[in-house]
């Protein structure tokens, strides 16, 4: 999986893959997972906080920023409730923060459970609250 929103100077073909259990991974994917738990911030009441059930692939790529050396993660997930696949591509300054580049791209389709939301981007991310409860009844 590449990103659509792939955001560096690097091309596909200079990625390696990564063991989805490297610290670094987990890093960019929970990084990722804060970065889609923003922006649903403002409909906590009718969107669930997601959390990530696996992680599916990662890789990775080095780049340099001026004289600064940065590492772009290219991370797919499956997160929960819902069970959503995400792809993102993640970028890390070596001693700082992991950052999200672009979009956050959801690969799978998310049917009706969205439907309590109509911003067409937090469409993707949002996983209704109603759906729990339909499903426990």
């Known amino acids: 999986i590449v ?4 955001s560096s100077d690097v091309c ?5 893959a990564l ?6 991974v987990s890093e960019a994917v929970n990084a990722t997972l804060s970065h889609i738990n923003n922006l649903l911030k403002d409909h906590q009441k009718i969107c669930e906080q997601l ?5 599916a692939q990662a890789q990775y790529t080095v ?3 001026g004289k600064r050396e940065y590492h772009d993660y ?14 993102a591509t993640v970028r890390h300054f070596v001693q700082s923060d ?14 009706n459970t969205s439907v309590c939301i109509q911003d067409d981007l937090l469409r993707n991310y949002c ?4 759906q729990q409860a339909l499903n426990t009844g």
Not at 12 to 16: E, F, G, I, T, Y
Not at 19 to 24: G, I, R
Not at 127 to 130: A, G, Q, S, T, V
Request: aromatic letters at 10%.
């Open 98 to 111: 992991y950052r999200v580049q672009g979009t956050v791209t959801r690969v799978n389709l998310y049917g």
């Open 63 to 65: 780049g340099k920023e």
């Open 74 to 87: 290219v991370v797919g997930f499956e997160a929960e409730p819902g069970g959503g696949m995400f792809e």
């Open 51 to 55: 959390n990530l059930r696996k992680i």
């Open 12 to 16: 596909s073909s200079d990625l390696k």
């Open 19 to 24: 063991n989805p259990n490297n610290t670094n």
């Open 127 to 130: 996983y209704c609250k109603h």
């Open 3 to 6: 990103s659509r929103d792939w």
